[in-house]
C-alpha cells in the first residue's frame, strides 16, 4: 500500500514537473493603442518545441500590419503582432480554433484606450468571442470565480503545501483553523498585490513558496511533534500564507480585473480559489477514509495477520506514511527552488 501510494505522489509531482502543459490555458490579449489598431499577444502552452495546436481567427476585414514575433519562452509559444480593424473590433467575433482537439481553454483579455478591460473564457464548447460590452457583474463573478478554481487546482505547489498542513494538523478541528489562517493570510496579499498596493518581483516570490514545501516536509520527516509549526500550525500556514497570496496574485494579474468590477472579480476569484481549496482538502479526507475503509474490510475477512489492521486507526495509518511522503515531497521541491531561484540569478 505504501509503495503505491509513493507512486501515485511520485505521479502527481511529475505532473507539476511538466507544468501540465495540456491544461494550462492559452492567453490572448488585445491591446488597442488607437481606434482602429491592437497589439496582439498570443501565447499557447507547449512542452519542448512542441506546441499545442490552437490557433485564433479574425474576422476578413481584420489586417496584420506588423511582422509577426514568434518566440518560445517559458514552456509557451508567444506571438507578437499589430492588427488593423477598420472601425475597431466592436461586434467582431474572435474565434480560436483547435480547442476541440486539446485538454485546455484559451482566456482573452481586451484593454481599450480607455483603460477599462474585456475578458472572456472560451471553451471547446464556445471557442468564440463577440467583442461587446464588459460583461455583467454575474458573469464576472462567474468567470472569475471558475478562474479562481482552476487556478489552485492546477496550482502543484499550492496543493503540496495544503497538503502538508493537512498532515501537521491531523485532527478535523485544527485542519479548519490552519487552512482558515492559510486563508485569511492569502486573501489579504491577493488583494493588496492585485490593487497594486503592494508590489514585490515574482521569481523570488516563486522561489520562497517552494522553501515553504521543503520547510514543512521536513517537520513532517522530523517528527518533533513539540515544535512551533506541530503546536501552532495556524502560525506556519498564515506566515507562508502570505506568500501563496502574491502567487495567486500573480496569476490574476495574467487575466487582469475589469475596471468595472474590480471588488466583484477579485471577490469572486479569492472565493474560486478557497472552493478549489475546499474541494481538494474533501480529496485528501476522503481518500484516507476510503483507504482506512479498505484495511478495516481487510482485517474483517482475512488472516490473522490481516486482522492486526483493524487496529490502525486513520491517523495511525497516516503517521506510518509520514516519512517517506515527506522526504519525496522535500526531494521534489528542494529541485523546484533550486530551478526557480537560478531562473532570478540568471
Known sequence: MNKFLLIALLMLLSVGTVQADEYRPAFLELRQSSDEVFEVLWKVPALGDRRLGLDVRFPADVDIVSPVRASMIGGAY?????????????????????LSTVSTEVLVRIERLDGTTIVARLLAANPSFVVGESLSRLEVARTYTVFGIEHILGGIDHLLFIACLVLIAGTGRRILITITGFTLAHSITLT?????????????????????????AREIALQRRDTLTWRYPIAVSASFGLLHGFGFASALSEIGLPQTEIPAALLAFNVGVEIGQILFVGVIIATVWVITSIIGYLSFIGSAN?????????????????????????????????????????
Do not use: H
Open 192 to 216: 493588496l498585490a492585485a490593487l497594486e498596493l503592494v508590489l514585490l518581483p515574482i521569481p523570488p516570490i516563486e522561489a520562497v513558496i517552494a522553501l515553504s514545501i521543503v520547510f514543512l
Open 306 to 346: 490481516s486482522r492486526q489492521l483493524k487496529e490502525i486507526k486513520p491517523l495511525d495509518w497516516l503517521r506510518r506514511i509520514e516519512k517517506p511522503l515527506a522526504y519525496t515531497v522535500g526531494g521534489t521541491t528542494i529541485i523546484w527552488t533550486v530551478e526557480r531561484t537560478m531562473v532570478f540569478w540568471s
Open 78 to 98: 508567444i506571438e507578437r503582432y499589430t492588427i488593423r480593424s477598420s472601425g475597431g473590433l466592436a461586434g467582431s467575433e474572435i474565434v480560436t480554433e483547435g
